[in-house]
């Protein structure tokens, strides 16, 4: 599962490090090494998203 479908079902908020740390397979402590906080991590969630978008629109 991937982080969209995390926040897609439970809300960006809703969903804890710990969900997304389960669903990675990795530590919640490895998620800290390169997010400084859960509001960062969203952010790049959200450049990330953005960035797809416009490479889809641009294909088209």
């Known amino acids: ?6 926040f897609s079902r439970g809300g960006i908020r809703g969903i804890g490090v710990d969900a997304i ?3 990675a397979g990795v530590s919640k ?3 800290y ?3 400084e906080s ?3 991590l969203i ?3 959200i450049a ?3 960035r797809q ?5 641009d294909r088209l």
């Open 1 to 6: 599962m991937t982080v969209h479908e995390l």
């Open 21 to 23: 740390a389960g669903a």
């Open 29 to 31: 402590a490895s998620i």
């Open 33 to 35: 090494t390169t997010f």
């Open 38 to 40: 859960k509001d960062d």
């Open 43 to 45: 952010a790049a969630y």
């Open 48 to 50: 990330e998203h953005d």
């Open 53 to 57: 978008f416009w490479t889809w629109w």
